[in-house]
């Protein structure tokens, strides 16, 4: 099915989604403002794919990724089951169009941070911001090789096993 072929009701309550300033991202702005971090541009125009928090001099570029949208790898969400092969498709484009973008901008040297929404639940969050915190500043200083991408807010396979031993001796 074709974008134009979408029912008038699915295309109303895909346009209600909010594509800027939801709240994973105004939380995000927040605690990097809180930690000291102002001066960074939201959705610049300049950048490749506009990331939610740009920050120029820095060379930063923060993604705060939907989970439904861009399917996030930890949450493990089910396929709508109406219309499956659009869905399939419009996913399909939006990771298509997150990796084009993430290229684009390690290849200019812009360190790459993505959020995904799920890591700043509660319990999760002051983990997930001080990691991103630690990311920008890191970056600004230099400290970290230009051009990468960083996914915060989870833990390594390997330190879950290292945390689960800890809690269960």
């Known amino acids: 099915m074709s974008e134009s072929a979408v029912p008038i009701a699915t ?3 895909m346009q209600a989604n909010k594509s800027k300033n939801t709240k994973p ?10 930690a000291g971090l102002p001066g960074y541009r939201i959705h610049w125009k300049k950048c490749p794919g506009r990331p939610d928090v740009c920050y120029p001099g820095r060379k930063v570029a923060i993604f705060v990724n939907g989970c439904f949208w861009h ?3 930890h949450c493990n969400l089910p396929m709508p089951k109406s219309n499956v092969e659009f869905w ?5 484009r939006n990771r298509a169009r997150d990796e084009r973008n993430h290229a684009e901008l390690v290849a200019a040297g812009w360190t790459v941070i993505v959020v995904w929404e ?7 969050f002051d983990a997930t911001v001080s990691r991103v915190v630690r990311e920008v ?11 990468r991408v960083v996914e915060v807010g989870y833990l390594k396979p390997w330190q879950h096993r290292v945390i689960w031993k800890r809690r269960h001796r």
């Open 25 to 34: 991202e105004l939380l995000m702005r927040h605690a990097l403002r809180e």
């Open 71 to 73: 399917r996030c790898p």
């Open 137 to 147: 500043e890191l970056a600004s200083v230099g400290l970290r090789p230009a051009g």
């Open 88 to 92: 399939e498709a419009k996913f399909a």
């Open 118 to 124: 799920c890591a700043l639940k509660r319990g999760r």
């Open 11 to 13: 295309r109303h309550v």
